[in-house]
């Protein structure tokens, strides 16, 4: 059973253009999560979705980010714009449809570096 | 408001040690309690959770964790350190689907 998949790894972007954020949650799992892991810092919440839901975007900076998660293919982090504050790693993590089962299976992440 | 505090930022112990990662949080209800791992450069592993029930959890790996309410606190331990156990360990309370994280403490070990 694959896990939670991301793509790319690493990413690198100038300042003002797009990144796009891939995740695939493990089979069967049907809620995501995205979380931002900033240099010397732990992770922070963004956002919480289900198919075709946005649940949770407490966390989603108000400006330039937007996530999706639509019916078939995999979640998309966007982040419009880029500044060099968004260098970062971005964790995907997914948990099975049990409203109080929190246990949830991180991917690799991925690197964006904006130069 | 929920929080997780892991008060060492970088703890070093000798290979063979035994191991205490200390973790408190502030939480209103009953709360839900997990410890990851992450090695340089990977995502998140699971070591252990606390959902109910029993106050001492065992994870992989040979790490356990306590659960002691009136201290707020949920302490990861292990008997006898490995190099390989050399990592960034987070402590993490589920909160409303989403879980928050402390700053993570850093463990070294020396040969």
């Known amino acids: 059973n694959a896990g939670v998949m991301q793509n790319p790894r690493h990413l690198v972007r100038r300042r003002g253009q797009e990144a796009r954020l891939r995740c695939s949650p493990m089979?069967?799992?049907?809620?995501v999560y995205w979380y931002r892991q900033l240099p010397e810092e732990g992770l922070k919440f963004m956002v919480y979705?289900?198919?075709?839901?946005?649940?949770?975007e407490s966390g989603m900076p108000k400006e330039r980010f937007s996530a999706e998660f639509p019916k078939e293919g995999p979640s998309i982090l966007r982040i419009q714009q880029v500044v060099r504050g968004d260098s970062a790693a971005y964790f995907c993590a997914s948990s099975q449809e049990t409203g109080l089962n929190y246990e949830q299976y991180f991917g690799p992440g991925t690197r964006l570096t904006v130069t | 408001a929920q929080s997780v505090t892991q008060p060492d930022i970088h703890i070093t112990v000798s290979e063979g040690a035994s191991l205490e990662l200390r973790c408190n949080y502030s939480?209103?209800?009953?709360?839900?309690l997990f410890w990851y791992v992450q090695s340089p450069g990977q995502g998140l592993q699971l070591l252990l959770k606390y959902f109910s029930g029993d106050t001492l959890v065992q994870g992989i790996k040979g790490f356990e964790a306590e659960f002691k309410r009136s201290q707020s606190s949920f302490n990861l331990r292990k008997p006898s350190v490995h190099w390989s156990d050399a990592a960034e360990y987070f402590c993490?309370?589920?909160?409303?689907?989403?879980?928050?994280f402390g700053q993570g403490t850093e463990l070294s070990v020396k040969p």
């Open positions: 993490a309370v589920g909160a409303r689907g989403k879980l928050i």
């Open positions: 939480y209103g209800a009953t709360p839900y």
């Open positions: 089979k069967g799992h049907s809620h």
């Open positions: 979705l289900q198919k075709e839901n946005i649940i949770d």
